[in-house]
């Protein structure tokens, strides 16, 4: 099912908006990961797109068909909440079975369904069981198994990993990923974590105090990121930023601090030590940290840390002046004030000006 | 606190001689005792000292003479012959069934409507302190509001209604008394399980609602699949409780129709009280008393054992 968001707004008092003029169209069969830090709205969009908060403003599609005033019981939606919400007092089985209770389904198709949806997360043998006798993991599956069990249009999913450990919320990630493609439903998931977001979803809607930054495919936002924040919340370790502009000497480009001046991001992975790609700094190393199948260093350019990668073999004393270097391409510029990127090519220009 | 009052009395009963033998067991009981004692006292004056006597009593011809003569059986051989008594236990089952069921249903009800569809929790919280009002005024205050609600005059409240639909004066208390104990009653009973439901009804998680919303379920299966078996527990608890305190109680019978006319609202415990202290039968009236605590034993362990109630105790039920 094709779902269109036009201009949403959700305000919960007179304060603020907890979701403010949210547009966003999601294709039939696609896995959208909303991402954020907590707080944002995500929860909010989540329950907007259930039918459990009405949107103050704006408009839901549904198959083009507006369903702002369709109750949650009307849309066929299947849902997993954080807490997993499972019914204490009722087995995993009627667990699993109270949607299709609700729809009437005779008994015994009920009972074959449900135990068909257990088996699919892999829960045949526990269905006799009651939620408060199973693991995180399994309470996790039963709200799955709960929420894919009617078939819905669509399967929202509000951070439903967070309460796994870090091994079980892998092997989680791609189990929902498996089951996604496996019925081709249509998909959204609320998640605060980056890595989580840009390995499972088909596309990444990044939101900020209740409005959308960017909304692309995980390597877009890796490598394209239109605003500052997104590039700082997405990728680990961190982009690296430094304050200044870009000289141009021969065919190489240095860097000259400046505080008044724009950002410049580089990703760990794409500043090397040397001097082989394009834009040549020089920095004095802080840290180098082991990690096995390399090495971690931190570095000061100018007044700002910066990280990188070495050779497992490499080692620096405290202090020990080095030329690092990173390819023009690679290298994202941000506007200080409005957060905004820039073309960097026109900011090299600027810069030779000055 | 214990143990260690053990280890100092065996190293005290080395010695085997008299003295140390009192010292030692004061050492070993004497803390125990001052810390037990005032508790032991009030519990054996207030709690087992009634019963004892009730059952002391109820095979005593004890009358207002004061004087006490123990008659073996002759206080039940008489109650197996006590005319009135078939009506009075009937009337008992009635008044306690109706009242019960009033009460919990009336309770359940308020509570859901002030957590559950009252989404404003200060709306909510204004009627269940309304609802409480006549739990904390005397309730001669209460019985008299009640009397001048059914004065069989044209002033009475209800009379008044009636006028308005040209319908003649009635006197209800006389005629339909058994309905104004149980709606006395019920009415007023209905706060404790109200306020009981209300805590229990909140401390089910948000989500849990928004779950059952998104599974399909209409208002209907929400209340039925997820509001009430999430209250089990506290519903037994208080069905149980309610059904002893009626049980026992009169007060309000007693002020409204004064068990009258003539029998109709009679219950045990009024029986009981009327043949002690208007009779003066204390032998007879502790005899109906007996009765009545053995039937709410009865009640008490059918509730244990078939309703699982034991289960409760045990465990903590948050989940
Ligand atoms: N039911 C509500 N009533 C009032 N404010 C709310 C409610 N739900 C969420 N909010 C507020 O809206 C904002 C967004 O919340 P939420 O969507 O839950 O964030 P997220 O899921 O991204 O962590 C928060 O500031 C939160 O305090
Ligand atoms: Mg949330």
Aim: charged share 20%; net charge neutral.
């Amino acid at each position: 099912m094709k779902i269109e968001l036009k201009q949403v707004t959700k305000a919960f008092n007179k304060q603020g908006n907890a979701v403010n003029d949210l547009s966003l169209t999601i294709q039939d069969g696609e896995f959208v990961a909303l991402l954020g830090p907590s707080g944002c709205g995500k929860s909010t969009t989540m329950l907007m797109l259930a039918g459990i908060y009405k949107p103050t403003d704006g408009t839901i599609y549904f198959d083009n068909e507006p369903i702002n005033h369709v109750e949650p019981k009307d849309r066929n939606i299947g849902m997993v909440f954080q807490s997993y919400a499972l019914y204490p007092h009722m087995t995993v089985l009627e667990n699993i079975m109270f949607p299709l209770k609700q729809m009437k389904v005779p008994k015994s198709e009920r009972v074959f369904r449900a135990h068909a949806a257990a088996e699919q997360v892999q829960l045949g043998h526990l269905t006799a069981r009651k939620p408060s006798e199973l693991s995180g993991g399994q309470q996790q599956r039963v709200a799955l198994a709960r929420a894919i069990v009617k078939k819905p249009r669509l399967l929202l999913l509000d951070e439903p990993l967070s309460n796994l450990d870090a091994r079980m919320k892998i092997e989680m990630r791609e189990e929902i990923r498996h089951l996604q493609k496996e019925i081709g439903i249509t998909t959204v998931m609320v998640t605060h974590d980056q890595e989580e977001a840009m390995t499972i979803a088909d596309r990444v809607a990044v939101m900020k105090d209740g409005s959308l930054i960017q909304y692309s495919t995980p390597m877009d936002l890796y490598n394209k990121a239109t605003n500052l924040f997104v590039a700082q919340f997405i990728g680990t370790p961190p982009m690296n930023f430094i304050s200044g502009d870009l000289m141009k000497l021969g065919e190489s480009y240095t860097f000259q601090e400046n505080q008044q001046s724009r950002l410049i991001g580089i990703r760990p992975y794409d500043l090397k030590l040397g001097n082989q790609g394009n834009v040549i700094m020089n920095a004095t190393v802080s840290l180098v940290e082991p990690l096995g199948h390399s090495n971690l260093v931190s570095a000061r350019i100018g007044d700002k840390l910066v990280r990188f990668f070495a050779d497992a073999s490499y080692r620096a004393d405290r202090g020990t002046p080095i030329v690092c270097s990173a390819d023009l391409q690679k290298i994202a510029v941000f506007d200080k004030s409005t957060g905004q990127s820039i073309d960097t090519e026109h900011c090299i220009k600027e810069a030779f000006a000055v | 606190m214990g143990k260690p009052n053990v280890v100092v009395s065996a190293k005290k009963n080395t010695g085997n001689s008299n003295p140390n033998r009192i010292v030692g067991f004061l050492q070993k009981w004497g803390l125990p005792a001052v810390l037990l004692g005032p508790f032991l006292i009030l519990i054996t004056i207030f709690f087992i000292a009634p019963v004892v006597l009730i059952v002391i009593l109820a095979f005593t011809n004890m009358d207002s003479s004061m004087v006490w003569d123990l008659n073996g059986l002759l206080n039940f051989k008489k109650m197996a012959s006590d005319p009135n008594l078939s009506e009075i236990m009937l009337n008992t089952v009635f008044y306690v069934t109706l009242t019960l069921s009033l009460n919990i249903f009336l309770g359940l009800s308020l509570a859901l409507l002030t957590t559950y569809f009252i989404k404003q929790e200060s709306v909510g919280l204004i009627i269940r302190t309304i609802w409480m009002l006549p739990r904390i005024s005397p309730p001669v205050v209460y019985i008299l509001l009640w009397l001048w609600f059914f004065d069989p005059s044209e002033y009475g409240v209800l009379n008044s209604l009636r006028m308005i639909f040209d319908m003649p004066p009635a006197n209800f208390l006389a005629d339909q008394p058994m309905t104004a104990i149980v709606l006395a009653n019920g009415l007023i009973g209905a706060s404790y399980g109200m306020i009981i439901f209300s805590a229990a009804i909140k401390s089910i998680p948000g989500d849990l609602f928004m779950a059952a919303r998104v599974d399909g379920a209409a208002e209907r299966s929400i209340i039925f699949d997820i509001i009430i078996p999430a209250v089990k527990w506290p519903l037994m608890f208080v069905t149980l409780w309610q059904l002893l305190s009626l049980l026992t109680s009169y007060e309000y019978i007693l002020l409204l129709t004064k068990g009258g006319p003539l029998f109709e609202t009679e219950v045990l415990a009024l029986y009981s009280y009327h043949k002690a202290f208007q009779s003066f039968e204390y032998g007879y009236g502790s005899a109906v008393a007996l009765v009545l605590v053995v039937i709410a034993l009865i009640c008490t362990f059918i509730f244990w054992r078939i309703f699982g109630m034991d289960k409760m105790i045990k465990s903590s039920r948050i989940e």
